[in-house]
């Protein structure tokens, strides 16, 4: 069975400052994609980015970028100039095509103002 | 335009009372999902219908019954509730055109309390 593992259960972050959370995953396929989704405290489950497996180039989404190292399993979540608005639960999730996504524990994300 | 919707978004009842929780996507997906984020905030697949089929349900009790009247559609109905019940319910839908992890949206969740 898949596995995802979120090794920091909270993270604190100077406002303005870069933090990267962590994930790495267990898998036996070669075909998957990952997610992480931001979930504050209005309870809404976001989605934040999301990689391919094949594709060996990072994804981006403006201030949010990957760090995938498909070798390693790793699947880390930078986000640069935090703003008060990034405080929120970070999951990372893993999907490969068996109609679910396999979620981490989570990492609470604090912004410092 | 809400584009995964959940009703009623608290729900408070007693031990042993039967209620259903509704879920609607205007997203024209084929798939949809029921979580259930515990105390803890873990994120755990209850269900999962396809095109109305059942795909997958996990180890959950019988008292969970969903019911997909249509692919836009996808409500949970809990029987004989139990203090342990208490969470909150998430629903999304994707699109899974190679079922190879699609991105799945969520809908506002469902906070069921128990007493």
């Known amino acids: 069975a898949q596995t995802v593992t979120q090794s920091q259960p909270e993270m604190s972050v100077q406002e303005a400052e870069t933090v990267t959370l962590s994930c790495t995953y267990d898998?036996?396929?070669?075909?998957?994609?990952l997610f992480w989704y931001k979930q504050p405290p209005s309870r809404q489950m976001i989605l934040v980015i999301r990689?391919?497996?094949?594709?060996?180039q990072n994804a981006t989404e403006n201030r949010f970028s990957v760090n995938f190292q498909k070798a390693a399993k790793s699947f880390s979540l930078k986000i640069s100039d935090s703003q008060l608005g990034d405080a929120a639960m970070y999951f990372c999730?893993?999907?490969?095509?068996?109609?679910?996504?396999?979620f981490g524990k989570g990492t609470k994300l604090s912004v410092i103002p | 335009d809400t584009a995964v919707s959940q009703t009623p978004k608290y729900l408070v009842t007693q031990m042993g009372n039967d209620k259903s929780i509704k879920c609607e996507q205007n997203?024209?997906?084929?798939?949809m999902y029921w979580y259930k984020q515990d105390s803890k905030k873990f994120l755990k697949i209850m269900f999962s219908?396809?095109?109305?089929?059942?795909?997958i349900n996990e180890t959950v009790p019988n008292r969970f019954s969903p019911k997909s009247p249509d692919k836009a559609h996808l409500n949970l109905h809990i029987n004989s509730l139990e203090l342990g019940d208490s969470a909150v319910y998430f629903c999304a839908s994707s699109q899974p055109r190679g079922t190879r992890g699609e991105t799945q949206y969520f809908g506002p969740g469902t906070r069921l309390l128990v007493l």
């Open positions: 999730a893993y999907g490969a095509g068996s109609y679910q996504l396999t």
């Open positions: 219908y396809n095109n109305k089929e059942l795909i």
């Open positions: 898998t036996s396929e070669s075909d998957y994609y």
């Open positions: 997203l024209g997906h084929d798939t």
């Open positions: 990689q391919e497996a094949y594709k060996q």
